[in-house]
């Protein structure tokens, strides 16, 4: 499995295209780790969500189409369709070419939209980064196990801090009485 290194770095030099750039990395990232997929009620709109895999775990809830959010949720679940679905025959393309998904990189938020990058290593181990949608992104990554992250100043702006686990309450809450317990003494009472 590829590296996690938040600091990536290359010399590259492919410019095809407005969605490919020579990969030069210096931006801080954050490991990322995929909850899953869901359905928002009542808007009945699919939703991604993410957390920061280490730190503060940080959410950050994306809104995805329902064909992206179909594909990541075979993914997950293993369903393997009688032919490639898109995301598949990329997968098989990327390998036939001897690239490798190395990681993905949820990089910004313009206008309500999300950006990501993906991370491609070449058999003659350069690094191309190519533009993409989250959602692309994500269903790709989940097909190679490849790493998912964020870009810190990204998370710094959008991610939003979980709600405390009720277990979490409810032990506090108990450890709180057993140091009152291991203190009291029968004289308090009297």
């Known amino acids: ?4 290194d938040p600091r990536c770095a290359s010399t590259s030099t492919s410019e095809r295209g407005p969605a490919r750039r020579p990969a030069r990395y210096d ?3 954050v490991p990322l780790e995929l909850v899953g997929v869901r359905v928002e009620v009542p808007a009945n709109t699919p939703m991604l969500l993410l957390r920061e895999a280490i730190g503060r775990h940080r959410l ?8 992206e959010a179909t594909a990541i949720h075979y993914a997950l679940e293993g369903v393997v369709a009688p032919r ?3 995301h598949d025959l990329f997968m098989q393309t990327l390998s036939e070419l001897g690239v490798t998904l190395e990681q ?3 990089t910004e938020m313009r206008d309500h939209t999300y950006f990501a990058e993906l991370h491609l290593r070449r ?7 190519m533009s993409s949608r989250t959602s692309d992104a994500i269903a ?10 964020a870009t810190e100043e990204l998370l710094d702006l959008v991610g939003q801090d979980p709600a405390p686990e009720p277990e979490e309450a409810a032990a506090e809450i108990i450890d709180e009485f057993r140091d009152f317990i291991d203190q009291v003494n029968p004289e308090d009472f009297k």
């Open 27 to 29: 931006r801080i990232v």
């Open 104 to 106: 993905v990189v949820v």
């Open 60 to 67: 950050m809830p994306i809104y995805i189409g329902t064909p």
């Open 84 to 86: 490639p679905l898109t």
């Open 1 to 4: 499995m590829p590296s996690c």
């Open 140 to 149: 790709l990554a989940v097909r190679c196990d490849a790493p998912m992250m």
């Open 123 to 129: 058999a003659d181990s350069s690094l191309t980064v």
